[in-house]
């Protein structure tokens, strides 16, 4: 017959005419696992397998570390990563972050920050990636610095924008920037005197009702607002000088403070919002995990002087992307494995970008109300 003839799917595998092995009659053999003691790896294994030895000092090493003998832990990782083959990645992620960690507990930071360096630089998907963003977190708390601390968890958010925790964290990293900047701008005020006539434009100006976007107090400094020894004559600029400057200073500062406190607050209600979104789906612990955290937010965010329709204004803004069809996907996403260079494209390049990113439209309509009230306080002056 011509192969013309022959119909798609005609031939047939070779392992159709081969013989199928004989069941075994009777019960199947029965399974046992290995049972190891605890703390067997302390005990004098004699193996000539150097992967089992290798992973031998692994586990001395993590309990050591759980045992808070920090020196101890490091010296175990330390000979593990001297005999590793280059080849066998996943344990050497491991100990690399093993030894971070315990030079962090030793105070050794800078050396930390070097090896969760390399460990970033080597990241091939986004679990990598996030392990060692928080490795670099950890290192950037302990060391207290809430700028770094700030990136870190805006690189995190960056990977994960539906992780309630990290927006949490944001914003509390957000609050602890608060006693730096309002320190200087208390002892500005205090430097500064204001007359009753400044107080009496201020509370009759228009946008100090319950219209305005901002409470007004707290969106500018009463020295920044009502100068009004700075319109009058060449001589008295002249006299006033340096309280013009002292002015100024805490203008910026004051507007400094004050868009941190809408980060912190904006950060609030998005954890809030994500909390609200995954609240039915849970149970038990994490449900009264949930609801707790969901009460704290609510008795810190009557801290900030914000009217309500500016938190409707944040929680709007804020909520955009939220919808549950999407979060669901990204809960159940698989991996990403797009190799070194790619990765760095899923986490923001700057903290600017990043608040660019999730507070430009808020920044922009304070500001847009902002240069509204100063052109109206020069109509008024």
Known sequence: METDCWLLGGE?????????????????VSYHAKRCEPQWFYEEVGSNDDGEVLTIKKFKGDLAYRRQEYQKALQEYSSISEKLPPTNFAMKRDVEEGQARCLVRLGRHAEALALAANLENKATNTDHLTTV??????????????????????????????????????????????????????????????TSSDRSIRSSFPHSGRGCLLCFPETLPESSVFSMEASSGNN?????????????????????????????????????LLLQLTQSQQTSFALERNLRTQQEIEDKM????????????????????????????????????????????LVMASSKEFEDRWFGKIKDHFCSFENQLHTEIHILA
């Open 12 to 28: 047939f595998e070779d392992s159709v005419f081969e013989e199928r092995p004989e069941r075994r009659t009777g019960p199947p």
């Open 133 to 194: 963003l928080c490795l670099e977190l950890a290192i950037c708390s302990s060391l207290h610095n809430v700028e770094k601390t700030i990136f870190c968890l805006q690189k995190l958010i960056s990977l994960h924008p539906f992780n309630p925790w990290n927006w949490g964290q944001l914003a509390e990293a957000y609050l602890n920037l608060e006693p730096a900047l309002s320190a200087p701008c208390a002892s500005s005020y205090k430097q500064n005197s204001f």
């Open 236 to 272: 008295q600029e002249n006299e006033k000088g340096p309280d013009n400057i002292q002015n100024s200073v805490a203008e910026k500062r004051e507007a400094v403070l004050l868009e941190t406190q809408m980060k912190a607050c904006a950060s609030f209600i998005r954890t809030r």
């Open 302 to 345: 009557k801290a900030f002087s914000f009217k309500e329709d500016t938190l409707l204004f944040i929680a709007e803004v804020m909520g955009e992307d939220i919808v549950p069809e999407k979060i669901k996907d990204e809960v159940h996403t698989e991996v990403k494995c797009v190799g070194c260079a790619p990765l760095t494209s």
